[in-house]
């Protein structure tokens, strides 16, 4: 009698092991499952930022056009160096990687002469942010890959009637 009592010990320790292992594994997959939502934030803040980078470069690089045509630029590379000038101007320290893809493979917007006005992720992930956006964003509201998130320059309008009133005077 004595044996088989000891026996039954080993057997509760076993599935209390089993249990305990189980329990792990589920807390495990739940913390790899939050980690994995506050990574893709992080990377979504990140592609907001470069992508902003790239409007304010495209800008500063249409707005100092020498000359009274503006233009985009051919490439992503003369924002790193705008050989339109003598003197050395850059517009951007460097060509960010999509956060989305950790590659330098920007999709980019051209105008009608090829050049370029805007850039976007190629990921064809689900954004985790669809709505809440402000301002500029509004327009990535209920987007649903993040390729359709486009960083697009605009041109500020030129208001004609100001421009009148000016010559004017």
């Not at 004595?2 to 249990?19: D, H, I, M, P």
């Not at 339109?84 to 051209?110: A, C, E, L």
């Not at 709505?131 to 960083?151: A, D, I, V």
């Amino acid at each position: 009698m004595r044996l088989l009592s000891k026996y039954r010990e080993q057997g509760f320790t076993l599935l209390a092991l089993l249990v305990i292992i189980n329990i792990m594994g589920l807390s495990l997959s739940l913390s790899g499952k939050y980690w994995y939502t506050v990574k893709t934030r992080e990377r979504e803040k990140e592609l907001l930022f470069r992508g902003f980078q790239f409007i304010k470069a495209i800008g500063n690089y249409y707005q100092n056009s020498p000359g009274s045509a503006k233009t985009y630029p051919t490439n992503l590379r003369d924002l790193l160096k705008d050989q339109r000038f003598s003197n050395t101007k850059r517009y951007i320290r460097r060509i960010y990687k999509d956060p989305m893809k950790q590659d330098n493979d920007w999709g980019t917007i051209v105008d009608k002469y090829g050049r370029i006005k805007g850039v976007y992720s190629t990921s064809g992930m689900e954004p985790l942010k669809k709505e809440g956006f402000h301002g500029e964003l509004s327009r990535f509201t209920g987007k649903e890959k993040y390729s359709e998130w486009k960083f697009i320059y605009y041109p500020p309008e030129k208001n004609k009637q100001g421009n009148k009133r000016e010559n004017k005077k």
